[in-house]
T-cell receptor
Framework: DTGVSQDPRHKITKRGQNVTFRCDPI?????LYWYRQTLGQGPEFLTY????????KSRLLSDRFSAERPKGSFSTLEIQRTEQGDSAMYLC??????????????FGPGTRLTVT | KNQVEQSPQSLIILEGKNCTLQ??????????LRWYKQDTGRGPVSLTI?????NTKSNGRYTATLDADTKQSSLHITASQLSDSASYIC???????????????FGQGTTLQVKP
Protein backbone atom coordinates (compact mmCIF):
# COMPACT_ATOMS: atom_id res chain seq x y z
CA ASP A 1 0.00 0.00 0.00
CA THR A 2 1.59 3.28 -1.11
CA GLY A 3 -0.95 5.59 0.51
CA VAL A 4 -0.77 7.53 3.75
CA SER A 5 -0.84 5.23 6.77
CA GLN A 6 -1.57 6.01 10.40
CA ASP A 7 -1.00 4.02 13.52
CA PRO A 8 -2.82 3.11 15.66
CA ARG A 9 -6.26 3.22 14.04
CA HIS A 10 -7.97 3.38 17.42
CA LYS A 11 -6.73 4.43 20.83
CA ILE A 12 -8.62 4.40 24.11
CA THR A 13 -6.90 6.10 27.00
CA LYS A 14 -7.71 7.40 30.43
CA ARG A 15 -7.79 11.09 31.14
CA GLY A 16 -4.39 12.39 32.11
CA GLN A 17 -2.40 9.85 30.12
CA ASN A 18 -0.09 10.71 27.25
CA VAL A 19 -0.68 9.33 23.76
CA THR A 20 1.40 9.36 20.59
CA PHE A 21 0.20 8.81 17.05
CA ARG A 22 2.28 8.09 14.00
CA CYS A 23 1.77 9.05 10.36
CA ASP A 24 3.70 7.68 7.41
CA PRO A 25 3.15 9.87 4.34
CA ILE A 26 3.45 8.96 0.69
CA UNK A 27 7.19 8.61 0.25
CA UNK A 28 7.92 11.41 -2.22
CA UNK A 29 5.68 13.96 -0.50
CA UNK A 30 7.41 16.91 1.13
CA UNK A 31 4.43 18.27 3.08
CA LEU A 32 2.64 16.58 5.94
CA TYR A 33 -0.47 17.88 7.69
CA TRP A 34 -2.30 17.02 10.89
CA TYR A 35 -6.03 17.64 11.31
CA ARG A 36 -8.56 16.94 14.03
CA GLN A 37 -12.12 15.95 13.25
CA THR A 38 -14.96 15.68 15.75
CA LEU A 39 -18.21 13.90 15.05
CA GLY A 40 -20.39 15.64 12.50
CA GLN A 41 -17.77 18.27 11.69
CA GLY A 42 -15.22 18.75 8.97
CA PRO A 43 -11.53 18.37 9.76
CA GLU A 44 -9.78 21.29 11.46
CA PHE A 45 -6.20 22.17 10.65
CA LEU A 46 -3.69 21.59 13.47
CA THR A 47 -0.23 21.92 11.98
CA TYR A 48 1.88 21.14 8.96
CA UNK A 49 5.46 20.40 8.00
CA UNK A 50 7.47 21.02 4.90
CA UNK A 51 10.17 18.38 5.05
CA UNK A 52 11.29 18.45 8.70
CA UNK A 53 10.31 22.07 9.37
CA UNK A 54 7.06 22.79 11.19
CA UNK A 55 5.78 25.82 9.31
CA UNK A 56 2.46 26.59 10.95
CA LYS A 57 0.51 25.68 14.06
CA SER A 58 -3.15 26.35 14.70
CA ARG A 59 -4.41 27.98 17.87
CA LEU A 60 -6.17 24.64 18.43
CA LEU A 61 -2.77 23.14 19.13
CA SER A 62 -2.40 23.84 22.84
CA ASP A 63 0.88 23.37 24.68
CA ARG A 64 -0.20 19.81 25.50
CA PHE A 65 0.16 18.96 21.82
CA SER A 66 3.46 18.51 20.06
CA ALA A 67 4.25 17.27 16.58
CA GLU A 68 7.52 16.26 15.04
CA ARG A 69 8.82 15.15 11.70
CA PRO A 70 12.45 14.50 12.58
CA LYS A 71 13.79 13.25 9.27
CA GLY A 72 11.25 14.74 6.94
CA SER A 73 9.51 11.41 6.49
CA PHE A 74 7.13 10.04 9.15
CA SER A 75 5.59 12.31 11.76
CA THR A 76 4.37 11.87 15.31
CA LEU A 77 1.67 13.77 17.16
CA GLU A 78 1.81 13.57 20.94
CA ILE A 79 -0.90 14.68 23.33
CA GLN A 80 0.13 15.03 26.95
CA ARG A 81 -2.26 14.90 29.89
CA THR A 82 -5.19 13.98 27.69
CA GLU A 83 -8.60 15.49 28.39
CA GLN A 84 -12.02 14.22 27.37
CA GLY A 85 -12.27 17.08 24.91
CA ASP A 86 -9.34 15.59 23.01
CA SER A 87 -11.55 12.70 21.89
CA ALA A 88 -11.67 12.98 18.11
CA MET A 89 -10.39 11.53 14.87
CA TYR A 90 -6.85 12.69 14.13
CA LEU A 91 -6.18 12.76 10.41
CA CYS A 92 -2.85 12.99 8.66
CA UNK A 93 -2.44 14.09 5.05
CA UNK A 94 0.55 14.47 2.78
CA UNK A 95 1.22 16.31 -0.45
CA UNK A 96 3.94 17.26 -2.87
CA UNK A 97 4.26 21.02 -2.89
CA UNK A 98 6.03 22.98 -5.57
CA UNK A 99 5.80 26.68 -6.33
CA UNK A 100 2.94 27.46 -8.68
CA UNK A 101 1.69 23.88 -8.67
CA UNK A 102 -1.72 22.60 -7.67
CA UNK A 103 -1.27 20.77 -4.41
CA UNK A 104 -3.28 17.62 -3.78
CA UNK A 105 -3.48 16.35 -0.21
CA UNK A 106 -3.93 12.65 0.34
CA PHE A 107 -5.44 11.64 3.63
CA GLY A 108 -4.70 8.68 5.83
CA PRO A 109 -7.43 6.60 7.49
CA GLY A 110 -7.13 8.50 10.75
CA THR A 111 -6.57 7.58 14.38
CA ARG A 112 -9.69 7.65 16.51
CA LEU A 113 -8.89 8.72 20.06
CA THR A 114 -11.30 8.12 22.91
CA VAL A 115 -10.43 9.63 26.27
CA THR A 116 -12.39 8.11 29.17
CA LYS B 1 -13.20 35.04 9.10
CA ASN B 2 -12.59 32.39 6.46
CA GLN B 3 -15.52 30.01 6.44
CA VAL B 4 -17.07 27.27 4.38
CA GLU B 5 -20.74 26.50 4.91
CA GLN B 6 -22.58 23.52 3.48
CA SER B 7 -26.21 22.61 3.09
CA PRO B 8 -28.12 20.57 3.75
CA GLN B 9 -26.53 19.07 6.86
CA SER B 10 -27.94 15.68 5.96
CA LEU B 11 -29.89 14.16 3.11
CA ILE B 12 -31.69 10.88 2.48
CA ILE B 13 -32.49 9.81 -1.08
CA LEU B 14 -33.58 6.64 -2.83
CA GLU B 15 -31.14 4.68 -4.93
CA GLY B 16 -31.13 5.85 -8.52
CA LYS B 17 -32.20 9.40 -7.72
CA ASN B 18 -30.12 12.52 -8.25
CA CYS B 19 -29.16 15.05 -5.61
CA THR B 20 -27.33 18.35 -5.29
CA LEU B 21 -25.24 19.52 -2.35
CA GLN B 22 -24.46 23.18 -1.78
CA UNK B 23 -21.40 25.03 -0.53
CA UNK B 24 -20.89 28.74 0.21
CA UNK B 25 -17.52 30.14 1.17
CA UNK B 26 -15.96 33.35 2.34
CA UNK B 27 -12.32 32.27 2.10
CA UNK B 28 -9.86 34.87 0.86
CA UNK B 29 -7.53 34.75 -0.89
CA UNK B 30 -9.08 31.90 -2.83
CA UNK B 31 -6.91 29.36 -4.58
CA UNK B 32 -9.13 26.44 -5.42
CA LEU B 33 -12.16 24.52 -4.22
CA ARG B 34 -12.37 20.79 -3.67
CA TRP B 35 -15.05 18.30 -2.91
CA TYR B 36 -14.09 15.29 -0.80
CA LYS B 37 -15.99 12.11 -0.05
CA GLN B 38 -15.49 10.66 3.42
CA ASP B 39 -16.76 7.21 4.26
CA THR B 40 -17.48 6.53 7.93
CA GLY B 41 -14.26 5.90 9.83
CA ARG B 42 -12.06 6.73 6.86
CA GLY B 43 -10.04 9.71 5.71
CA PRO B 44 -11.45 12.06 3.04
CA VAL B 45 -10.85 11.21 -0.62
CA SER B 46 -10.72 13.94 -3.25
CA LEU B 47 -13.47 13.97 -5.90
CA THR B 48 -12.80 17.22 -7.77
CA ILE B 49 -10.58 20.28 -7.66
CA UNK B 50 -11.57 23.55 -9.35
CA UNK B 51 -9.65 26.76 -9.70
CA UNK B 52 -11.05 30.26 -10.10
CA UNK B 53 -11.42 29.93 -13.86
CA UNK B 54 -13.17 26.55 -13.89
CA ASN B 55 -16.96 26.51 -13.75
CA THR B 56 -17.67 22.80 -14.01
CA LYS B 57 -15.75 19.61 -13.43
CA SER B 58 -16.98 16.05 -13.61
CA ASN B 59 -15.73 12.81 -12.12
CA GLY B 60 -17.96 9.99 -13.23
CA ARG B 61 -21.41 10.50 -11.73
CA TYR B 62 -20.16 13.49 -9.71
CA THR B 63 -20.33 16.98 -11.24
CA ALA B 64 -19.09 20.02 -9.36
CA THR B 65 -19.84 23.61 -10.29
CA LEU B 66 -18.18 26.78 -9.11
CA ASP B 67 -19.37 30.39 -9.27
CA ALA B 68 -16.42 32.43 -8.06
CA ASP B 69 -18.43 35.66 -8.26
CA THR B 70 -21.07 34.53 -5.79
CA LYS B 71 -18.62 32.23 -3.97
CA GLN B 72 -20.87 29.23 -4.32
CA SER B 73 -20.27 25.66 -5.38
CA SER B 74 -22.47 22.64 -5.82
CA LEU B 75 -21.89 18.92 -6.13
CA HIS B 76 -24.42 17.03 -8.21
CA ILE B 77 -24.65 13.26 -7.90
CA THR B 78 -26.40 11.47 -10.72
CA ALA B 79 -28.11 8.08 -10.50
CA SER B 80 -27.12 7.56 -6.87
CA GLN B 81 -25.85 4.21 -5.65
CA LEU B 82 -25.80 2.71 -2.17
CA SER B 83 -22.03 3.21 -2.12
CA ASP B 84 -22.54 6.96 -2.40
CA SER B 85 -23.65 6.97 1.24
CA ALA B 86 -20.96 9.07 2.90
CA SER B 87 -20.14 12.55 4.10
CA TYR B 88 -19.34 15.05 1.33
CA ILE B 89 -17.06 17.85 2.38
CA CYS B 90 -16.50 21.12 0.54
CA UNK B 91 -12.98 22.42 1.05
CA UNK B 92 -11.43 25.70 -0.01
CA UNK B 93 -7.69 26.05 -0.41
CA UNK B 94 -6.65 29.35 1.16
CA UNK B 95 -3.95 31.36 -0.54
CA UNK B 96 -3.62 32.66 -4.05
CA UNK B 97 0.10 33.08 -4.48
CA UNK B 98 3.05 30.81 -4.98
CA UNK B 99 4.00 31.21 -1.36
CA UNK B 100 0.69 29.98 0.00
CA UNK B 101 0.58 28.05 3.21
CA UNK B 102 -1.40 25.18 1.75
CA UNK B 103 -4.13 25.54 4.32
CA UNK B 104 -7.42 23.84 3.62
CA UNK B 105 -10.60 25.32 5.09
CA PHE B 106 -13.19 22.56 5.51
CA GLY B 107 -16.95 22.76 5.58
CA GLN B 108 -18.81 20.69 8.13
CA GLY B 109 -19.95 18.24 5.48
CA THR B 110 -23.27 16.94 4.20
CA THR B 111 -24.13 13.42 5.26
CA LEU B 112 -25.80 11.57 2.40
CA GLN B 113 -27.69 8.35 2.92
CA VAL B 114 -28.81 6.42 -0.13
CA LYS B 115 -31.57 3.91 0.60
CA PRO B 116 -32.55 0.96 -1.57
Amino acid sequence: DTGVSQDPRHKITKRGQNVTFRCDPISEHNRLYWYRQTLGQGPEFLTYFQNEAQLEKSRLLSDRFSAERPKGSFSTLEIQRTEQGDSAMYLCASSFHRLGGREEQYFGPGTRLTVT
Amino acid sequence: KNQVEQSPQSLIILEGKNCTLQCNYTVSPFSNLRWYKQDTGRGPVSLTIMTFSENTKSNGRYTATLDADTKQSSLHITASQLSDSASYICVVFEGGGSGNTGKLIFGQGTTLQVKP
